[in-house]
C-alpha cells in the first residue's frame, strides 16, 4: 500500500546515494530487499524481533536480529534510516528513539518514517453506531493500557524537530477501508487496505483485548464477527490515516 500511495517510490525523503540504509522492524524485509535492488551501490541492513526474512537476499542485503527499544551498538552510522508501520508497537519514550536515529546517523543523513493510523474516521458519520466504531475505540483503550499509543505517530514532525532533525517533511494519506471510494486508484488501494484489515484484525484484537482489557476470546470472536462485516461494508465510508514524515540530521 504504501509503495502505491508512494507513486511507486519506496520514500519521500530527498536521499541520494545513500551508502549506509538501516530498515528498522524490518518484518518480512519486504521494504530493504526492495531498497538494496533498486540501490546496488546502498549496503542496507534490515533489523527486527523476528527471523522471518528470506534466505535469497540481494548480496548487498542482510538482515539481524535486534530490538529498536534496546540501546542501539552498531559500529558505524547510516546515511538513511527507515521505519514503517513501527512506532504503535513502540514502548520506548519517542524522544529517546528518535534521539537513537540522530545519533546513528551521519551529518547530513536522513530519517523517514512510514505509519497507519489505527483509527477509522467516516466523511459522513456512517461509522457511528457499528461493530467497527465501538472495537476501534476499546483497541485504543487497550493498547495505551500496554503502555503504547496507536495515534502517536501523528507527531512523527514533532519527534524529529525536537530530536534535532531540520529539513522537516510531512504528508499524509486518507486511506479507504474498502473500495467505497469513487475513482480507479482509490478503489485499488481500498481493496488492497481491506484485505490488509482482514488478514491482520484477529492476532490484533486477541492479544490487545485479552491481555489488556481482560476478555474473554469466545467475546473477542463474537465481536470480529460483526466488525469484519462492517470492514467490508461499502455502505461505511470510512478511512485511516497514513503519514509518512522525515527529516535531515545538520551537515
Known amino acids: 500500500i504504501s509503495k502505491f500511495l508512494l507513486k511507486g517510490r519506496l520514500g519521500l525523503a530527498p536521499v541520494e546515494r545513500p551508502r549506509r540504509v538501516l530498515d528498522l522492524g524490518t518484518g518480512t524485509g519486504i521494504w530493504a530487499i526492495e531498497y538494496a535492488e533498486e540501490n546496488p551501490n546502498s549496503e542496507v541492513l534490515g533489523t527486527d524481533l523476528s527471523p522471518i526474512q528470506p534466505d535469497y537476499l540481494p548480496p548487498n542485503c542482510r538482515f539481524e536480529i535486534d530490538d529498536v527499544e534496546d540501546d542501539w551498538t552498531y559500529s558505524y552510522k547510516f546515511d538513511y534510516i527507515h521505519g514503517r508501520y513501527l512506532l504503535p508497537f513502540i514502548k520506548k519514550d519517542w524522544n529517546l528513539l528518535f534521539k537513537s536515529m540522530y545519533d546513528n546517523l551521519n551529518s547530513g543523513g536522513w530519517v523517514e518514517s512510514q505509519e497507519t493510523i489505527i483509527y477509522f474516521q467516516s466523511v459522513d458519520g456512517s461509522i457511528d453506531g457499528t461493530a467497527l466504531k465501538r472495537w476501534n475505540t476499546l483497541l485504543l483503550q487497550g493498547i495505551r493500557k ?106
Request: aromatic share 8%.
Open 146 to 251: 500496554l503502555g503504547r499509543s496507536a495515534t502517536e505517530a501523528l507527531r512523527c514532525k514533532y519527534y524529529l524537530a525536537q530530536a534535532g532533525f531540520v529539513n522537516l517533511g510531512e504528508k499524509k494519506f486518507a486511506v479507504p477501508m474498502n473500495p467505497w471510494a469513487k475513482g480507479r486508484d482509490e478503489k485499488a488501494i481500498g481493496a488492497m487496505q481491506m484485505m490488509n484489515n482482514l488478514e491482520g484484525i484477529d492476532g490484533l484484537t486477541m492479544t490487545v483485548f485479552t491481555r489488556a482489557l481482560d476478555w474473554d476470546p469466545a467475546d473477542v470472536e463474537k465481536l470480529l464477527i460483526d466488525v469484519k462485516k462492517d470492514l467490508k461494508n461499502r455502505s461505511i465510508h470510512a478511512y485511516i490515516t497514513v503519514i509518512v514524515a522525515w527529516g535531515q540530521k545538520p551537515a
